[in-house]
């Protein structure tokens, strides 16, 4: 290295940049080029680069980037096998499906579904309409997210955005206009809370699907205006989500596509479902969407890891469950 170049260093961030780039096996002149192009001299660019490629931690990382491209093209492998079975690009709807039908056709073979009819009876679709739980429950305290148009990524921090309302003021905010700005979300555990044990009770568990012994948390209710958005995500368990009132659209990438959806950090994509920029992230072209509009009485099943993009198209009331009626217990993708 010459007397010039050895007075100057990378920046950390650029020194991580090459070395991600390194570890995934980049040209070294792409490397060069794209330093220079960012104002860094060549002789220095083609130092550093040198320097990076026998660093230990280099040579370590490229041994684990050939790994992940090992279970990548596995992945693959299983993304071209679901194309080739000519799959819809609609979920699956069905009614009338025993419980033993529904784990063996759906829950086990990791494949989603709408179930039409499970929630027939319920006395929740009647009396969760949102003026009605305006009248019943209205001086209840509820917890919401606010603030959220503001803010791309408020789904990874919540403490900025919690706003405890009571529930006829909330639900007097919902028709007021199509919006993803305030939202009552599932982790508010409302049902769980004694003032709600009421909507609790008008809900029923259909017969050898959930368990009706659920734990903390196992039970989430979710209520909006039309509008509200919930990013392309996975869940770390199967789900069983049951539209109560209104309407909500759905899109579903299967959880062998995590090559095509660009998750950087926690359970989101980076890619916007709703209009993803084709430059930014090229193979979430390739992925399998598929589509479904829940209506009120639909409960769609979700399984584990499976990526799911969610929009209200009406001022909306919702139920999951994440608790099957299974001996194993529900199984949990713990991605680290």
């Known amino acids: 290295m010459s007397s ?31 330093l220079t192009r960012a104002g860094i001299p060549p002789e220095l660019a083609r130092d550093e680069l040198s320097s990076a490629s026998s660093h230990p931690a280099v040579v370590a990382g ?33 009614s009338g499906l025993s419980a033993r039908a529904f784990f063996e056709r759906y829950y086990y073979p990791h494949r989603p579904v709408i179930l039409r009819d499970l929630m ?6 009647e009396r969760w309409r949102p003026e009605c739980l305006a009248e019943r429950f209205g001086d209840a305290r509820v917890e919401i997210m606010i603030g959220r148009d503001s803010d791309p990524e408020h789904e990874s921090q919540p403490d900025q955005h919690r706003k405890v309302v009571r529930l006829r003021d909330f639900i007097q905010m919902l028709g007021a206009r199509v919006t993803n700005d305030y939202y009552l979300v599932g982790r508010n555990f409302a049902l769980e809370r004694p003032e709600f044990r009421g909507m609790l009770e008008e809900l029923r ?16 209710l979710w ?30 990438i299967p959880s062998f596509e995590l090559p095509r959806v660009y998750n950087s950090q926690g359970v989101f994509s980076d890619v916007d479902a709703e209009a993803p920029d084709e430059a930014r992230f090229p193979r979430y072209l390739r ?29 909306s009331v919702s139920v999951s469950f994440q608790r099957f009626a299974i001996p194993e217990g529900n199984t949990e993708w713990r991605p680290g």
């Open 4 to 34: 010039s170049a050895s007075s100057r260093r990378l920046s950390p961030d650029w020194q991580c940049w090459l070395a991600d780039n390194l570890a995934r096996g980049e040209p070294p002149e792409r490397m060069v080029e794209a």
């Open 62 to 94: 490229r041994r684990l980037a050939r790994r992940l491209t090992r279970l990548e093209s596995l992945l693959e492998v299983y993304s071209e096998l679901y194309h080739q079975t000519g799959v819809p690009r609609d979920v699956e709807r069905r």
């Open 120 to 125: 027939v009876g319920w006395p929740a679709l």
């Open 205 to 220: 568990f259909p017969e050898g699907y959930l368990d009706p012994v659920s734990p903390p948390g196992a039970i989430k």
């Open 223 to 252: 209520m909006g205006p039309a509008g509200t958005l919930t990013a392309l995500h996975h869940d770390l368990s199967c789900v069983l989500f049951g539209q109560v009132y209104g309407r909500k659209h759905f899109k579903l």
């Open 287 to 315: 992925a399998h969407v598929l589509e479904a509009v829940l209506e009120p009485g639909d409960m769609l099943f979700i399984p584990v890891g499976w990526w799911h993009w969610v929009k209200a198209l009406d001022v």
